[in-house]
């Protein structure tokens, strides 16, 4: 796809997109087997080392230009991005003008890997670089390339911390070529101004903010989507919806920690909502809340823990309406009874405190999984999030409507032209092809790897697993190493500090609670001696530095207490040691007692494994691996189908609303 089609105007339209594909089962059926096909084809690897030294050959003798005329070159570049768009024979001269301006303003010189990564990215696809491989300079260089073309960029970084640390900190590289950044956050929610930082030829964002507002656009747009009659309306409107709207389109989205994004975060719709109708009367929270806490799991209602189902059985909704016949008429309904009821059901055995959310200053607020971080103003549905805030005795919220919806899967195909980057993606190259269209490549490492795997050691109880850790991180701490604990939730993190602090172990804690102190904290984790506890996803995409004479000791040690929902996160985890080619170490420490186990082994099992196990001692290395790694492959597939299921009914919504406009 040439630049022409990918930036605003004549060619695209003021606010260019790709539209919604009407792909039929063949025409599925033909892109999977393509990705299949792709994936066993020989990779690029010879052509990306071609192309670095290419790079190399056209920085040739530009160390020696003065400022003037590297500016001369620059403004050369320009013309001829601008005249011929983005095209191959482009490419190289306009990495080694980045690489040149990025020595010089910066400091940093891009590596050959960084530059193959780059042109990855450039070319419209995902680039596997391992963990502190330097991913933000690289995305430096497809976003140069691109912005100096006209075509607007979206750098999709984790969360707010990082889109302001990042679009910060290459400002200065950006500003050399005469490109404008902005950095869009939650924070500064003022539409004219969000407007104008979108007006930037680079804008940094996370994909909530970014694809909020897109839906806030597609509200102010209507279902008419003709570009014609948007241009029209500057001729008779005093502000014209196009003037009213905060994106310039969906051109060229770069996307850090990419499987992060587009595979973690897509099980859950982005809901746009608005002021809802009437609210409902506290007392009718309060009331299923104790209808529900008169109920009997396993004789009136049965729960699917992993799927956060409830279902009614016979004799529960017998119960029910027994316990009902005395209330209001409201109650008197059984469908509306048993909706609300099962609701109630859910808030008191499926959503729990310090694992699901928080409690702040009377507000109920959600934890994002994949993150580990509040998600600010966000809510459950359909009086979810209400029942929970009685449950917790906080004051009860209006429900609100849902006014608009996108999921990932929808966004991000939207997307004229789409990359991304990431250190963990060969686990779902499958699914980022067949759903994204996204080709993965694996960009090798600067440097050898010297992470040292300590092993996975499964203990049969929580207690002997914490005892362990515990007695490992002191250990640690004696001869003066790093040590980082991932753990599943909020509660664990604050559990094991509590473990720590009575083991007079100074250290520190990183979750959803401290967020605000996110930056500082990872700032001091490669310190001697120093001891953080983090959920497993906190302070991603930030370099834990070595402190001087931590090398010495065996860098950074990471330990993970809990198998995460896909064995990519754990990778993540174990991925912030060993960096640069640096030494670093890292072990699994679990228990027959994680939640993982206890929800997919029945107690028979677990008992059996128990008797054969020696007291206080870890099971047999084998044994325990795949005691451990069965779940988590169930868990993978169960999360698969979930994503698969809502693409396929994304789909047939578009089908059916087809029609009409937009389903979103």
Request: net charge positive.
């Amino acid at each position: 796809m040439s630049s022409e089609t990918l930036r605003p105007g004549i060619a695209r339209g003021l606010h260019p997109e790709r539209a919604p594909s009407r792909e039929g089962w063949l025409d599925r059926l033909a892109h999977g087997l393509g990705g299949a096909l792709a994936r066993a084809l020989p990779g690029r690897a010879a052509a990306l080392r071609a192309f670095a030294r290419q790079v190399e050959e056209q920085g040739t003798g530009l160390r020696a230009l003065d400022a003037r005329a590297l500016g001369a070159r620059i403004d050369d570049l320009r013309s001829a991005l601008l005249r011929e768009g983005s095209r191959d024979a482009l490419l190289a001269p306009s990495f080694a003008l980045v690489r040149e301006v990025a020595r010089r303003t910066l400091g940093m010189e891009p590596y050959d890997v960084q530059i193959q990564g780059g042109f990855v990215m450039a070319k419209g696809m995902l680039a596997e670089m391992e963990a502190g491989e330097g991913k933000t300079l690289t995305a430096t260089l497809p976003a140069c390339t691109a912005a100096l073309a006209g075509i607007p960029v979206h750098v999709i970084s984790a969360n707010d911390y990082l889109v302001e640390r990042d679009a910060e900190a290459m400002r200065p590289l950006y500003a050399a070529f005469g490109l404008s950044v902005g950095a869009v956050t939650d924070r500064d929610r003022d539409p004219e101004r969000r407007r104008s930082v979108y007006e930037c030829d680079v804008v940094y964002g996370t994909a909530q903010q970014i694809a909020f507002d897109y839906l806030r656009d597609g509200l102010e747009r209507g279902r008419q989507r003709a570009t014609l009659s948007l241009r029209l309306e500057a001729l008779h409107r005093e502000r014209p919806r196009a003037e009213r709207m905060l994106l310039r389109g969906l051109c060229f989205a770069i996307v850090d920690e990419a499987d992060s994004v587009l595979i973690d975060e897509a099980r859950t719709p982005l809901i746009l909502s608005g002021p809802g109708g009437p609210a409902e009367d506290p007392a009718t929270h309060r009331r299923a809340l104790r209808l529900a806490g008169a109920l009997e799991e396993g004789l009136d209602f049965c729960l699917d823990r992993r799927a956060r189902r409830v279902e009614l059985t016979e004799r529960g909704r017998e119960r029910l309406a027994a316990l009902a016949q005395p209330l209001p008429g409201f109650w008197s309904g059984p469908r509306r009874r048993e909706a609300w009821v099962s609701r109630a059901l859910a808030a008191l055995h499926l959503y729990v405190r310090d694992r699901d959310y928080l409690v702040r200053e009377d507000k109920v607020e959600i934890v994002d999984q994949p993150t580990g971080r509040v998600a600010r103003d966000r809510a459950w549905e359909r009086g979810l999030h209400q029942l929970i805030e009685a449950r917790e005795a906080c004051a009860v919220t209006p429900q609100r409507e849902t006014v608009a919806r996108i999921s990932y899967q929808q966004f991000f195909r939207r997307y004229l032209r789409l990359a991304g980057m990431t250190g963990t993606a060969r686990e779902v190259t499958r699914e980022l092809w067949s759903v994204y269209g996204l080709r993965t490549q694996s960009i090798p490492t600067r440097l050898p790897s010297r992470r040292l795997d300590a092993g996975t050691r499964v203990f049969t109880t929580q207690e002997q697993k914490w005892a362990a850790v515990t007695a490992r991180v002191e250990e640690a701490h004696r001869r003066g190493q790093p040590v980082l604990i991932g753990t599943a939730s909020v509660a664990l993190s604050e559990q094991l500090s509590a473990r720590l602090a009575a083991r007079e172990l100074p250290h520190q804690v990183l979750n959803a609670r401290q967020d605000a102190d996110e930056a500082r904290i990872v700032a001091e984790a490669g310190c001697r001696g120093a001891i953080t506890v983090a959920t497993a996803m906190a302070g991603r995409g930030t370099d834990i530095l070595l402190a001087p004479g931590v090398a010495e000791v065996g860098g950074l040690y990471v330990i993970a207490t809990q198998r995460a929902e896909a064995s990519r996160i754990d990778r993540q985890l174990f991925g912030r040691c060993g960096r640069h080619g640096e030494l670093g170490s890292f072990e699994a420490v679990l228990s027959l007692e994680d939640p993982p186990l206890l929800l997919f082994y029945p107690p028979q099992i677990r008992r059996l494994v128990s008797r054969v196990a020696t007291a206080g001692t870890p099971l047999f290395p084998q044994l325990g691996k795949v005691l451990t790694r069965v779940p988590q492959i169930a868990e993978e597939r169960v999360y698969s189908r979930m994503r698969r299921r809502l693409v396929d009914l994304e789909r047939s919504t578009e089908d059916l609303l087809a029609f009409s406009g937009r389903g979103e």
